[in-house]
C-alpha cells in the first residue's frame, strides 16, 4: 500500500484565492510526522510545513495551514491567497519515528496560479 | 547559514560509466539523506548516513553506493550507469536522526544526471 497518497495530479487557483491540496497517509506507527514541500522547476525541495502525530492544533506558517485529520489520515495543504509565485510543485511526506530519515512522499500535486 | 551543497548540478554520461556525487550539509547537521526522483517513480530514498554510518537503506540495487565523511559531507556512487538511472538526485541533511529528530529535512538543488 502507498504510504502517501496524492490524488491530484493537477491544480488551478485564481490568484488571491485559497486552494486545498489533499494528502491521506497509511502508517501504523503511532509517532510519525507529516511535511509539505514545494518544488520550483529549480528543483530544490522548500519545506513548509509540519505536523506531528500527537500534535493537537493544526499547524500553520503564514499563508499555509495543515488540515489534519487524523482519523482520517489526512493531511491536506491549504494556501490561502494564492500568489503567482506559488505556482510549483507540492509533496506530501511523512517520516514514520522508527524508520529515522526516511521520507515516504507523495506523487505530488502541480499547482498553478492564474493572474 | 549555507544551505545544502550539492555537486556537480549536471552531468551526462553514457552508459557503463560511473559517477560520484557529493553533498555538504548545512553545518552542524549530521544526517544525510540521499533521494532520487524520476517522473515514473517520483521521490525515492536511497539512503541515509549519521556520524559516518548507513542508517537505513532503500530499495534500489548494489550499483548505488554511498559514504559520509568525518565532516558529515557525503558522496554517493552509482556504478555500471543505465539509462534509467537518469534522474534528480537530492540530497537532504538534518541534525538528527530517529526518534531524536522530529524536524524536516533541508534539501540542495540537486544533481541532474542524464545517461545516454
Known amino acids: 500500500a502507498q504510504k502517501i497518497t496524492q490524488t491530484q495530479p493537477g491544480m488551478f487557483v485564481q490568484e488571491k484565492e485559497a486552494v486545498t491540496l489533499d494528502c491521506t497517509y497509511d502508517t501504523s506507527d503511532p509517532s510519525y510526522g507529516l511535511f509539505w514541500y514545494k518544488q520550483p522547476s529549480s528543483g530544490e525541495m522548500i519545506f513548509l510545513i509540519y505536523q506531528g502525530s500527537y500534535d493537537q492544533q493544526n499547524a500553520t506558517e503564514g499563508r499555509y495551514s495543515l488540515n489534519f485529520q487524523k482519523a482520517r489520515k489526512s493531511a491536506n495543504l491549504v494556501i490561502s491567497a494564492s500568489q503567482l509565485g506559488d505556482s510549483a510543485m507540492y509533496f506530501c511526506?511523512?517520516?514514520?519515528?522508527?524508520?529515522?530519515?526516511?521520507?515516504?512522499f507523495g506523487t505530488g500535486t502541480s499547482l498553478t496560479v492564474i493572474p | 547559514k549555507a544551505g545544502v551543497t550539492q555537486t556537480p548540478r549536471y552531468l551526462i554520461k553514457t552508459r557503463g560509466q560511473q559517477v560520484t556525487l557529493s553533498c555538504s550539509p548545512i553545518?552542524?547537521?549530521?544526517?544525510v539523506s540521499w533521494y532520487q526522483q524520476t517522473p515514473g517513480q517520483g521521490l525515492q530514498f536511497l539512503f541515509e548516513y549519521f556520524s559516518e554510518t548507513q542508517r537505513n537503506k532503500g530499495n534500489f540495487p548494489g550499483r548505488f553506493s554511498g559514504r559520509q565523511f568525518s565532516n558529515s559531507r557525503s558522496e554517493m556512487n552509482v556504478s555500471t550507469l543505465e539509462l534509467g538511472d537518469s534522474a534528480l538526485y537530492l540530497c537532504a541533511s538534518s541534525w538528527g536522526t530517529g526518534e531524536y529528530n522530529t524536524g524536516e529535512l533541508f534539501f540542495g538543488e540537486g544533481s541532474r544526471l542524464t545517461v545516454l
Open positions: 511526506a511523512m517520516r514514520e519515528t522508527n524508520t529515522g530519515n526516511q521520507f515516504y
Open positions: 553545518s552542524g547537521h549530521r544526517s
